[in-house]
């Protein structure tokens, strides 16, 4: 009797522990993925955080050409970030007038012409012509130092782009970002050069 209690004791301990072990590994199992989501924005992975950065910041407003629906003005889904249509003319306008008075913009909200002459959203799609080429380092320069393209001694980003507000944002949100831009499609789109405007040529 004594032998088949201490059989039971020795059984019952050692589901005990084996439970234990299953319930340890569970919760380090789900404290791995809370410390994810945490590091990610509440998220599973960062190039999901970065396309949500990338929605709720705006971005399409400006890098995503339009078309017209049913629906009213909706993004252009099979150009989604590739930018100012390269097929696309400028705004066309009193250019002098504009530029001392006010500002337009394209039908699709990718080419704007203003004080500072006119300007093209960029292409952020992963192609060559986007950022594909870019390394991490120069998408934070480009929104924390204003460079175009990321890289010193070019031109600064030109206004609509509202770089001083993006560069607050953290460097994990911003390589989140980056790391979102990185699995977009492809969109093979050479965005014109900004044109400068005619008030100051015309000072010169």
């Known amino acids: 009797m004594k032998f088949q209690y201490g059989v039971f004791l020795s059984m019952f301990f050692i589901l005990v522990s084996c439970d234990q072990k299953e319930s340890s590994k569970q919760q380090v199992a789900q404290n791995v ?28 407003d400006c890098h995503s050409p ?8 909706e993004f252009d889904s099979s150009r989604l970030l590739s930018g100012h249509p390269s097929e696309m003319p400028p705004p066309q306008a009193d250019r002098k007038f504009i530029e ?14 203003g004080p500072w002459g006119v300007s ?13 080429n870019w390394k991490e380092e120069q998408f934070m320069n480009a929104i924390r130092k204003g460079y175009s393209k990321g ?8 206004d609509p782009m509202p770089w001083k507000i993006y560069r607050n944002m953290t460097d994990p949100e911003l390589k ?17 050069q900004p044109i400068p405007p005619v008030i100051a040529s015309t000072r010169s």
């Open 33 to 60: 993925v809370v410390a994810s989501a945490t590091n990610y924005g509440g998220f599973d992975s960062p190039e999901k955080w970065g396309e949500h950065l990338v929605t709720v910041s705006g971005c399409h």
């Open 66 to 73: 339009k078309k017209v629906t049913a629906n009213g003005v």
């Open 100 to 113: 001392k008075n006010n500002y337009i913009l394209t039908s699709d909200l990718t080419a704007w012409l």
């Open 120 to 132: 093209f959203a960029a292409n952020l799609t992963a192609d060559e012509t986007g950022t594909g």
């Open 151 to 158: 890289l010193p001694g070019l031109r600064p980003l030109l």
């Open 176 to 192: 989140a970002i980056f790391a979102y831009l990185k699995t977009t499609k492809p969109i093979h789109n050479i965005v014109p």
